[in-house]
T-cell receptor
Framework: GAVVSQHPSWVICKSGTSVKIECRSLDFQATTMFWYRQFPKQSLMLMATSNEGSKATYEQGVEKDKFLINHASLTLSTLTVTSAHPEDSSFYIC?????????FGQGTRLTVV | DQQVKQNSPSLSVQEGRISILNCDYTNSMFDYFLWYKKYPAEGPTFLISISSIKDKNEDGRFTVFLNKSAKHLSLHIVPSQPGDSAVYFCAAASNDYKLSFGAGTTVTVRA
């Protein structure tokens, strides 16, 4: 079946630095990818929709200047957390749908210290 | 506003018995429903789905039931196995694949 690869699986960074998370669809092309965030013991919340060749669309309350999304090709979307702060520590997950279903990456555990 | 709700945060069941997980939704535009299984520090893994044109879908030990009039779906796992211990998320979407998730139900299967 289709596979979505997300990298890195975990990262620790210092406050004020930026972190880039990659999401790749390995055997299919994805014009749209989704980025979700999960806080401990909470549901996954959609942050933004990444659109190949155009700007991402962000959900209400998500700062687009803080969470930069680039969908440079049909198989790659990146999420950059800029000027990270401890409250950005979370589990970030990407998703890419093919014609029939949505596939998820393995997730990235971000810890900002 | 939580459009998908899983009101039971946890479920404990004995090995071999049936696990029943429930999910309610509020958005009548949802027409595609999924269940995901998630282990700690991993991304969700797709389990089973159902479209709004059906009321039941079965895949091995997993069966999902959809009651559109009640805006309710459930996942049955029969028989439950220790490897089924995980967090199960109910999710729903309209035709754009933007998923709205429930808060999850932690299932513990006792040997």
């Amino acid at each position: 079946g289709a596979v979505v690869s997300q990298h890195p699986s975990w990262v620790i960074c210092k406050s004020g630095t930026s972190v880039k998370i990659e999401c790749r669809s390995l055997d299919f092309q994805a014009t749209t990818m989704f980025w979700y965030r999960q806080f401990p013991k909470q549901s996954l919340m959609l942050m933004a929709t990444s659109n190949e060749g155009s700007k991402a669309t962000y959900e209400q309350g998500v700062e687009k200047d803080k969470f930069l999304i680039n969908h440079a090709s049909l198989t790659l979307s990146t999420l950059t957390v800029t000027s990270a702060h401890p409250e950005d520590s979370s589990f970030y997950i990407c998703s890419a749908p093919d014609d029939t279903e949505a596939f998820f990456g393995q997730g990235t555990r971000l810890t900002v210290v | 506003d939580q459009q998908v709700k899983q009101n039971s945060p946890s479920l404990s069941v004995q090995e071999g018995r049936i696990s029943i997980l429930n999910c309610d939704y509020t958005n009548s535009m949802f027409d595609y429903f999924l269940w995901y299984k998630k282990y700690p520090a991993e991304g969700p893994t797709f389990l089973i789905s159902i479209s709004s044109i059906k009321d039941k879908n079965e895949d091995g030990r997993f069966t999902v039931f959809l009651n559109k009039s009640a805006k309710h779906l459930s996942l049955h796992i029969v028989p439950s196995q220790p490897g089924d211990s995980a967090v199960y998320f109910c999710a729903a979407a309209s035709n754009d694949y933007k998923l709205s998730f429930g808060a999850g139900t932690t299932v513990t299967v006792r040997a």
